[in-house]
Structure formats: structure tokens, C-alpha cells
């Protein structure tokens, strides 16, 4: 049931994002994948772990770099970025004893990430969205 609602949620946000025109903005899922990375950081928080925190931060500093090199070069690299944060949801638990995250969440999370990683995909591989950034100096 995580998959469905992970997917359903990720599809309303693609669906916003287009209605809104918010995805014409190159920041715009770049964003999103520090966003989504983030939440570790706050499960990390609330279950009163530093060492989870500090394992987290480098999975955030990790996630957010890609989306830093994604936005500034090609976005294909944000596509690569929310895929592989999937697949780091499902291997999450593995990798990090992280006492604040709900059970239900890399499952959840991981279905969002590839939803939105093949919606960002499907608009470069469309010509929706420019892939490279343009300079304008």
C-alpha cells in the first residue's frame, strides 16, 4: 500500500508542478530532491540519534550536490539523482539505524522518487524542459 500512495502523492505533484508551471524553473526539482533527501535529517532529529544524524547528513550532502550539479549543468543528473534516492530508500534501512523513520517510509519514498525521476524524465525526453542550463554571460 506504501507503493500505491507514494506514486499517487508523486503523481499529484508532478500534476500540480505542470498545472502551475512551477516545473518550467529549472530549480524546480533539483529542489525537490534536497527536499526529499531532508527528511532523513528530521527522522534523525526526532528519534534523538546523532549518529544517525551524522550518517544522514552525508546522504543529504550527497543527494543535494547532485541536484547543485543537475541544476547548474543537466538536468538528467536530477533524474539520476531522485532514481538513485529511490533505491537508497530501499536499501535505507541497511545503511542507517535511523530510530525516526516510519516503517511505512522508504517504501513510500522510494515509489515517489522513481515516479517523480521518470516524470522529470519524461519532460527532458520530450523537449518540455530544457536538460542543459543556457548561459547567459
Known amino acids: 500500500m506504501e507503493y500505491v500512495i507514494g506514486t499517487v502523492v508523486a503523481l499529484l505533484t508532478a500534476l500540480f508542478a ?3 508551471r512551477f516545473d518550467r524553473d529549472r530549480a ?8 526529499i533527501a531532508l527528511y ?8 534523538g540519534s546523532a549518529h544517525a544524524l551524522r550518517l544522514e547528513s552525508i546522504q543529504l550532502a550527497i543527494f543535494a550536490g547532485i541536484a547543485v550539479v543537475g541544476f547548474r549543468s543537466n538536468l538528467w543528473w536530477v533524474v ?16 542507517v539505524a535511523n530510530p525516526g523513520v516510519p516503517v511505512w517510509w522508504p517504501s513510500f519514498c522510494s515509489a515517489a522518487d522513481v ?3 521518470a516524470s522529470l524524465g519524461w519532460l527532458l525526453y520530450r523537449g518540455a524542459l530544457l536538460a542543459r542550463a543556457v548561459r547567459l554571460s
Open 40 to 47: 532523513y535529517i528530521l527522522f534523525a532529529a526526532m528519534g
Open 80 to 95: 539520476a539523482g531522485l532514481a538513485g534516492h529511490g533505491v537508497y530508500d530501499l536499501a535505507h534501512g541497511h545503511l
Open 18 to 20: 505542470r498545472l502551475t
Open 115 to 117: 515516479f517523480l525521476a
Open 28 to 35: 524546480f526539482y533539483p529542489t525537490v530532491l534536497v527536499v
